[in-house]
Structure formats: structure tokens, C-alpha cells
């Protein structure tokens, strides 16, 4: 069972964030047991006047670098879990870090960004912070002039690679704590390692790393964690970058050496780091040289990702929101749907409606167009993979050094006592037990977006076809225009009042769940067909699309609708009134919620969220984009 809840307004989620930060900051003083320290905003900050004289602290000189370690930047949906790892590694930093001989070695942070480095004296602002002013500088990648947060001093230094350089220095040092986790917190250890892979697997589905500059940053961090940790990084991350970490061996490999060889030794580790930080800073100083010289790409964005050296694109402006009321005859009539005639009625399949020649000249024009988009499928069906892999217990897994007792390791225990692989633990493979249904809006305005609606369903029938996810393309328009041969029927017999619905239904399959191969792909040509795009009755589609969905026995069932507006149909609006087809698309939305069917609405152009709770608006020029359709996967992740 999957239920849809609705988002939550932004007063509930600044309050849910005031808690996790009062929980990360009660784990903090609890595991270094001084109790000045709080956090809030991004920030490790010192409480005045929570320091008892008699009690000296445990953490005599605390001191943090001027922002958070990477892969411990809160991000977006982070919850409770992602909040304690990001405790416990804070704890571990101070406990573990000594401040003057790492203030020693850190790469100087340029003046510009009004920010000494940690240790300095002349720190401005508050004295509260630990070593740093209030508001936080969060270093961009180099050449990037956006802003993040209202941060203006970024313009200033962001051309100066010593800042990366001192931002990889941190980073490094909090990998190197994270991986001497003492014993006797074995729970620390694993939500960090826990912690690093989700925070990995979420970098490497952004599409920050489809450039150079993101996957050498990639690459670099990946290499010193499996360094430091002694363990190879997240198996699905090892194909992508294992080109780079090759050619980077032959001169990372040193520094790389002496930092693994000396992680428990600071005097050693840090002068390693610093080289290292400052060898890659250069690196992507050439590799931001080189991307300024190539034409823009537009396919890798952030989406729902933040790292904190990546500025975000500020000020854009939000998408109109699609218009919605109340409907005095959908309250009169009790809130029920009623069809004044059934008999026009029609379900075909698109590409019948096509001659045959012309279907294949629309097939040969997308497949020029998908040439040029080379879009991602394969990143992003491992993506849609891991947000619909569900675990299947299938035996048991030995040798293993956690878990259940087995029984048959014991002789060998006896044998050795320093033997640890006497435990085993349940197999669960993930598998994907889903079936999606994509469900096009075909009213006369998408006309003006038939090619990208084609291309965006095609580039979704890839990656289904990847997982051997079932696919339903269907669409929804109307027989004639204005009401058709329904409406002349309700005039003939006098017009009587509350008619409902007075159109001429059509439902189109463009490619049906069981069509594979050649076959599917030309049938989805048959979008480029604009003499089928009339008017919508978006709530009678969401309803079929439910009831195919339903049919298919799967245990998750996703339905993606695709519009660019509320839902019209000119004689229908005459005849009761502007609202009562979204009222009644409202009710559909939810009927199918509750009959745990996923619904994200996709609004091309404009903000769907009056009709759906999950929603992802898009511009039109952006609906191909590679981040769009992460953010579109993002939001089939199953709300907790």
C-alpha cells in the first residue's frame, strides 16, 4: 500500500526543520557532553551562557570549518536519519580534529569572501559561531556566478581556486574522522557509512557529474572515502567513474597513499590533504576553463540536490497556478459525475488514425530529434530502479560479520577466536514490482508541444524498457469540438437542466503495456497527429488510466498525466459551469489515491497542484531536460 500525502505548507516545514536541527543539536552535546554547542541553519553554533565553570568542557578549543562537510549539507528531503548521521559525524569532528595542527596546513580562503580561515582571530560578525561570522559562506564551483541563499560575496572569490581547494581540505578531514569511528559506537558507524552512500547515489543522480568539473569532484571523493573507509565505493557508482579514477591514479596516487597510511596521525594526514586539495582545485580550474570554451549543454541540472559548492540558480520566477474554484452545480448535484450521453463514446488506438507512410515520416523526424537529445536512459532508469526496488527475501547470505549467529560457524570459531565471520543474514535482492501508466493531455493547446510530448513519452518508454516496466501511453481528447453530436442530442430533447458532461469522448492508446520493441516506438509517433487534439475531460481519462492500472496486478502502480491547463470542454462550461470539470478531476485524483495508485501531476507550464498533490511543474523548453525527469522519479519516492 502506497498512499499519497499532501505536501506540506511551508509554516509545517520550517517547524519540522526547527526540530530535526533541535535534535541534531541535542545528539551533538550528548556525544561530546558539552553542552554550548546548538545548531540551526546549516550552522554549528555556541550557546551563551550554557557553560558551567566547575564542569570544564570536553572539547577544549571546537572549531569547525566555515561551512559543513559536504556530504553532511542537509538536502531537501532529508528527515530524521539524515539528520542524526550528520550529528554524528559534527561529533566525531570535534572530538577528533586537532584544530591547530589542521589550521596549520588549510589552504587559505581568499579575502574577498569577508572569511578567515579556521583559527584566525579576526573572524567578524557573532561570537556565538564557532570561529565564524552569522551569516555562512558557501564557496561555488569555480567560473559559477549564481547565488545560493542570499550569500553576495560568492561573486567575489569565486574565481579564486584556493577556495575549493580549503572546501576539498574540509571535506577530507571529515572523511578522515568519519572512518575512526571508536568501537564502541557501532551505530555511529553505520548510520554514516549509510549516510555517505544515500548522499552518493543522490550526487550521482543529479547530474552534476555528466560534466567534467562534476565528475572529477565526484570521482576525487569517492576515492579518498574508499581510502579512508578501506572499502570500495556504492556498487553503482563504480562504472561511472571508472575511467577517471584511472587517469587520476598517476597523480592523486601519492598524497592518496600517505593520507590513507597516516589517517590516524593529523601531522601527517593534513600536509598529505592539503596537497591533494590543492592539486584537484587546479584540476578543475582547467576543467572550468575548458567548459567555458564548449557550448552550453542544458541536460544536467540539479534538481532536487544540493551541494553546497554548487551555486543554485536564484530568482526565478514560479509558474502560474492553474486556475480552480468550486462548482455550484458539482455541490447540487450531490457531487456526482453525470454523462448526458454515452453513445459517441470512443477508444481507439492512435496510430490507426495515421496512414502508414505518414506514421513511419514521424517516426524517421523523432528519431533525428532523440539523436541530438542523447538523453541519459541509462542513469536514469538506475535511478527509477532504485526508487521503485522493493526488497525480496530469497535465502540467506553466510560468512558474514554482523548478524545472526550461525550455527554451523562455530567450530571454526572454537578453531579461532579471532574469527568474525560467524554470521549470516537474510537475502534480499531488490526487484522492481511496478506498472506505470503515462497519460497525455490532447487538448488544442498541447498541439503547440506535440513534438516534445512524443519525445518526452518515447524517452520514458527507454527507460521502462530497461527495467521491463510495463507502459501504458495513453491520451485523452474529444471527438468534435463544442460538444459534437452529444450536444445536438441534449438541444433535440429540449435542453433539460444539470445535463453534465455534453461531449463526445475520446480515449486514445497510443502504446498499450504489452506492445514492445519497433511496434511501440511507431506507435507513439502517432502523437504528431494534431487533428486528434481537441478539447479534455482530464477526470473520465484519470479514471480509465486508474482502471487499466489496476488490471495489471502489479504492487505499484504510478500514473504520470501530462497537461498544460485546467480541464475544458466549451459545451460542458456552457451548460453547468467553468468548475465543474476540475471539481470532478479532483475527486478522480483521489478516488485514485485511495485505491493506492501514485499520481504525479506534470504541468507543462504551469503548477497542477489544485488537482494534484504530487505535482512537478515544468517550462515547456525544460520538459526534455534530464533534470526534469529526476525530479519526476523524485516524487515516486513513497512519502513517509
Not at 578549543?61 to 550528520?86: E, I, K
Not at 535465502?395 to 554482523?402: A, K, M, P, T, V
Not at 463526445?504 to 494534431?530: I, P, Q, T, W
Request: hydrophobic letters at 40%; glycine letters at 6%.
Amino acid at each position: 500500500m502506497h498512499s499519497t500525502t499532501p505536501p506540506l505548507s511551508p509554516q509545517h516545514l520550517a517547524r519540522r526543520q526547527q526540530l530535526l536541527d533541535r535534535l541534531t543539536a541535542t545528539s551533538l552535546r550528548a556525544m561530546t557532553a558539552d553542552p554550548r554547542l546548538d545548531f540551526g541553519h546549516h550552522q554549528l553554533r555556541l550557546r551563551p551562557g550554557q557553560h558551567d565553570e566547575t564542569q570544564p568542557p570536553r572539547l577544549a578549543s571546537p572549531d569547525l570549518p566555515p561551512w559543513l562537510p559536504l556530504h553532511l549539507y542537509p538536502q531537501p528531503r532529508d528527515g530524521l536519519q539524515a539528520h542524526r548521521a550528520v550529528a554524528n559525524g559534527l561529533a566525531l569532528r570535534l572530538l577528533l580534529t586537532d584544530p591547530v595542527i589542521h589550521a596549520r596546513y588549510a589552504p587559505p580562503i581568499s579575502q574577498n569572501s569577508n572569511q578567515p580561515a579556521s583559527g584566525s582571530s579576526e573572524s567578524s560578525g557573532s561570537s556565538d559561531a564557532l570561529g565564524k561570522p552569522d551569516t555562512q559562506p558557501e564557496p561555488p564551483l569555480p567560473g559559477n556566478g549564481h547565488h545560493q541563499h542570499g550569500n553576495q560575496h560568492r561573486r567575489d572569490h569565486q574565481e579564486n581556486p584556493g577556495d575549493l581547494a580549503r572546501v576539498l581540505y574540509e571535506w577530507f578531514e571529515q572523511l578522515r574522522v568519519e572512518s575512526l569511528v571508536p568501537p564502541h559506537w557501532p551505530g555511529v558507524k553505520r548510520s554514516l557509512l549509510q549516510h555517505f552512500e544515500r548522499w552518493t547515489l543522490a550526487w550521482h543522480d543529479s547530474g552534476q557529474i555528466e560534466t567534467q568539473l562534476g565528475l572529477l569532484l565526484f570521482s576525487v571523493g569517492q576515492m579518498v572515502w574508499s581510502r579512508m573507509q578501506r572499502r570500495a565505493p556504492p556498487e553503482a557508482v563504480i562504472d561511472t567513474m571508472e575511467a577517471t579514477r584511472a587517469g587520476l591514479s598517476p597523480v592523486l596516487g601519492d598524497a592518496l597513499y600517505q593520507m590513507a597510511r597516516h589517517r590516524e596521525q593529523p601531522a601527517l594526514f593534513s600536509p598529505a590533504s592539503a596537497r591533494l586539495a590543492t592539486t584537484v582545485a587546479a584540476l578543475a580550474e582547467e576543467a572550468r576553463q575548458q567548459a567555458q570554451q564548449m557550448p552550453p549543454n542544458r541536460m544536467p541540472r540539479q534538481g532536487n540536490f544540493v551541494l553546497p559548492l554548487q551555486a543554485l540558480a536564484a530568482g526565478e520566477p514560479p509558474l502560474p497556478l492553474a486556475p480552480s474554484g468550486q462548482s455550484r452545480s458539482w455541490i447540487s448535484q450531490q457531487q456526482r459525475y453525470r454523462v448526458f450521453t454515452r453513445e459517441f463514446d470512443q477508444q481507439i488506438l492512435a496510430s490507426t488514425q495515421v496512414r502508414n507512410a505518414q506514421l513511419h515520416e514521424y517516426r524517421a523526424q523523432l528519431d533525428t530529434r532523440l539523436r541530438a537529445l542523447s538523453p541519459p536512459v541509462g542513469a536514469l532508469a538506475r535511478q527509477l530502479q532504485r526508487t521503485l526496488s522493493q526488497p525480496l527475501r530469497d535465502g540467506w547470505l553466510f560468512q558474514r560479520e554482523s548478524g545472526r549467529i550461525d550455527a554451523r560457524r562455530l567450530a571454526a570459531l572454537v578453531a579461532n577466536p579471532l574469527s568474525q565471520d560467524i554470521f549470516r543474514l537474510e537475502a534480499e535482492p531488490p526487484v522492481v514490482d511496478a506498472s506505470m501508466c503515462l497519460l497525455l493531455d490532447c487538448s488544442g493547446s498541447m498541439k503547440a508541444h506535440a513534438e516534445t510530448l512524443a519525445l518526452f513519452a518515447d524517452i520514458w518508454l527507454r527507460i521502462c524498457q530497461r527495467l521491463l516496466l510495463p507502459l501504458d501511453v495513453l491520451g485523452f481528447s474529444t471527438g468534435a469540438w463544442h460538444g459534437g453530436r452529444a450536444l445536438k442530442r441534449w438541444r433535440a430533447r429540449g435542453m433539460p437542466p444539470q445535463p453534465g458532461r455534453l461531449a463526445e469522448r475520446l480515449h486514445l492508446v497510443y502504446k498499450s503495456a504489452d506492445m514492445r520493441g519497433a511496434r511501440a516506438r511507431l506507435s507513439l509517433a502517432a502523437l504528431l497527429k494534431l487533428d486528434l487534439y481537441r478539447e479534455g475531460l482530464d477526470g473520465e481519462a484519470v479514471q480509465w488510466a486508474t482502471q487499466r492500472l489496476q488490471g495489471s496486478g502489479a504492487s505499484r502502480k504510478i500514473l504520470l498525466v501530462v497537461s498544460d491547463g485546467s480541464p475544458m470542454e466549451t459545451a460542458t462550461r456552457d451548460a453547468q459551469d467553468a468548475f465543474y470539470l476540475d471539481n470532478h478531476l479532483k475527486a478522480c485524483v483521489q478516488q485514485a489515491q485511495a485505491s493506492s495508485v501514485d499520481v504525479v501531476g506534470i504541468g507543462v507550464g504551469l503548477d497542477l497542484s489544485p488537482f494534484y498533490p504530487r505535482h512537478v511543474p515544468l517550462p515547456p523548453e525544460e520538459l526534455l531536460d534530464a533534470a526534469s525527469f529526476r525530479k519526476i522519479i523524485g516524487q515516486l519516492t513513497p512519502h513517509p
